[in-house]
């Protein structure tokens, strides 16, 4: 779907190439997904393209393809692992975009997170 591109000095291109371990949720072609190492929910794991996307800043409509299959990767491995389905469950999609908006490593990767409520409150 995607022509991959890599930046060797990224710890996700790394964590897709197989040179840093990952505890991976899912891998096919264009996408890789793995456990957060620090979650924040019981249920937290990223799912990022092998393209080499620095932030949602630099995506352009030819992405569009990647990205759609994102979205609609997310609630199903959600349930997988271990999400309630919606409505009584759910889960959340969470990407952040540059410095001022959080991201810490610069490739597009989107945070899915869910399980019992506490970590939502306060």
């Known amino acids: 779907m995607t022509a991959l591109t890599h930046d060797p000095q990224c710890i996700f291109c790394k964590i ?5 371990p990952s505890k991976k949720v899912y891998e096919d072609e264009d996408l890789f997904a793995f456990h957060d ?5 019981p249920v937290h794991f990223l ?15 030819s992405d569009a393809p990647l990205l759609g299959k994102i979205m609609a990767l997310a609630p199903q491995l959600a349930l997988e ?3 309630n389905p919606y409505p009584e469950g ?13 991201q810490e490593v610069h490739h597009l990767h989107v945070h899915v997170m ?3 409520r506490p970590w939502l409150k306060g």
């Open 90 to 102: 759910g889960f959340r999609v969470v990407v952040n975009t540059g410095e001022e908006g959080g």
């Open 47 to 61: 799912v990022i393209p092998k393209k080499h996307i620095p932030s949602m800043a630099q995506v352009t409509a």
């Open 114 to 116: 869910g399980g019992p």
């Open 16 to 20: 897709v190439a197989g040179e840093i």
């Open 37 to 41: 190492i620090s979650p924040w929910a």
């Open 81 to 83: 692992q271990g999400c």
